[in-house]
Each structure stands twice: as structure tokens, then as C-alpha cells.
């Protein structure tokens, strides 16, 4: 199965700053990588497929980009919702495979 | 507005069994994949089982650490998935979630997840 892995582990931003996160595959997974959003005690939600396809709903401040192996999702201005976990997935492949998750903190 | 929503889950004891289901709606059940995927205490997201839409022939798929103990289902004039949990083990703890996928077979991006349903084995 394709291993993703994803950076840092933690990030700490202020209010209004930028946040890149990056996303790792094993193997090519082409544009198929989605990103998600998770919140304590909420399930995921889906903020980016085909790499940089923004889901319904999404504020434009959320952006995806790469190809292939390497991945970024960066929030361009943090807003205080904006403070969770977020996990890329591949589905290039079966099993869809998702990163351990990256923690985006309030500095 | 898409809702799953999900019931059943509690404590089992190893080597029990347990049943999850999913009710839907909101949308054309029949037109999409439907996965169960797992979150265990503290840790990431793993996808377990899917079973595909009506026009895929509702093929059933399973990741390795469950196949062979748990079965997906789905009752489409019922709008619903169930997912069968049998020879539970210790690290079958998990949250459970219902996620509808875009397409009817093999997409699967996510786009419309259930709250969850908690399933502890312990002794």
C-alpha cells in the first residue's frame, strides 16, 4: 500500500499568518490527493481533491498544490477555525492510505 | 442537504461481534460507494471496507487487518450501510465513521462523513 507522510507533525501560527503543510507519498498517486479537516470530536471534512480542487464550501484561503509525490495545502491567512488537524489521503490506489496528520496550533 | 447517520457500535469483548449501520439521506443512495473508515483513540484515520453503488454491482472491498472478519452491506431501498464487526480484537477500538464517496465505484474521495459510532474491545 502507498505510504503518505506528512510534515511537521505540529505547527504553530499566529492569527492572520500564512500555514503550509506538506504531504509525502511512497509512490506517484498522479493528482489524486485529497485534504481533510478534522476538529476535536468532529468528523473530517473535505477540503481538497484532485490535488487542488477546492470541495464546495471551501473558503478560497485554502489552496492545494504538487503533483506525483509531493504535496502542499497552505492556508493563506489563519483564521481562528482554521486551528486543527489536518490529513492528506491518497486514492490513486486501493486501500486509500492517509497521512498520520498534521496539528495546526495558535501560537 | 446529504446526513449519515450513524448507530449501533458499543463494548464488545475480544473475539465478540459488533454491527455499525449508516442511514442516509439527502441523496440517490443507489448513485454512490459508501466506506467505513476507523479512527482509533488519539491516532489517524484508516479506511476499513467499502461496498460500491447499484451501477457498480455493490462490489465489496476490505483492508487486509479486517478481511476476513468483518462484512460491509448495503440495503439501498433502505438507504443504508452496515458493517459487521466479528472476531474483534483489542485494536478494533475505534470510532467508526460512515463517508460517502463522489463516485459509484473506487473513488474514493470523501466528501460527506457521519458523526461516528464508538466501538471498545476490551476484556
Known amino acids: 500500500e502507498i505510504v503518505m507522510t506528512q510534515s511537521p507533525a505540529t505547527l504553530s501560527v499566529s492569527l492572520g499568518e500564512r500555514a503550509t503543510l506538506s504531504c509525502r507519498a511512497s509512490?506517484?498517486?498522479?493528482?489524486?490527493l485529497a485534504w481533510y479537516q478534522q476538529k476535536p470530536g468532529q468528523a473530517p471534512r473535505l477540503l481538497i481533491y484532485?490535488?487542488?480542487t477546492r470541495a464546495t464550501g471551501i473558503p478560497a484561503r485554502f489552496s492545494g498544490s504538487g503533483s506525483r509525490t509531493e504535496f502542499t495545502l497552505t492556508i493563506s491567512s489563519l483564521q481562528s477555525e482554521d486551528f486543527a488537524v489536518y490529513f492528506c489521503?491518497?486514492?490513486?490506489?486501493?486501500?486509500?492510505?492517509f497521512g498520520q496528520g498534521s496539528r495546526v496550533e495558535i501560537k | 442537504e446529504v446526513q449519515l447517520l450513524e448507530s449501533g457500535g458499543g463494548l464488545a469483548h475480544p473475539g465478540g461481534s459488533l454491527r455499525v449501520s449508516c442511514a442516509a439521506s439527502?441523496?440517490?443512495?443507489?448513485?454512490?460507494?459508501m466506506s467505513w473508515v476507523r479512527q482509533a483513540p488519539g491516532k489517524g484515520l484508516e479506511w476499513v471496507s467499502s461496498?460500491?453503488?447499484?451501477?457498480?454491482?455493490?462490489?465489496?472491498f476490505y483492508a487486509d487487518s479486517v478481511k476476513g472478519r468483518f462484512i460491509i452491506s448495503r440495503d439501498t431501498p433502505k438507504n443504508t450501510v452496515s458493517l459487521q464487526l466479528n472476531s474483534l480484537r483489542a485494536e478494533d477500538t475505534a470510532v467508526y465513521f460512515c463517508?460517502?464517496?463522489?463516485?459509484?465505484?473506487?473513488?474514493?474521495?470523501?466528501?460527506?462523513w457521519g458523526q461516528g459510532a464508538l466501538v471498545t474491545v476490551s476484556p
Open positions: 461496498v460500491s453503488g447499484t451501477g457498480s454491482g455493490e462490489r465489496t
Open positions: 484532485g490535488a487542488s
Open positions: 439527502g441523496l440517490t443512495f443507489a448513485s454512490y460507494g
Open positions: 489521503q491518497q486514492y490513486d490506489n486501493r486501500p486509500p492510505t
Open positions: 509512490q506517484s498517486v498522479t493528482s489524486s
Open positions: 463517508a460517502k464517496e463522489t463516485e459509484s465505484s473506487g473513488w474514493y474521495i470523501f466528501d460527506y
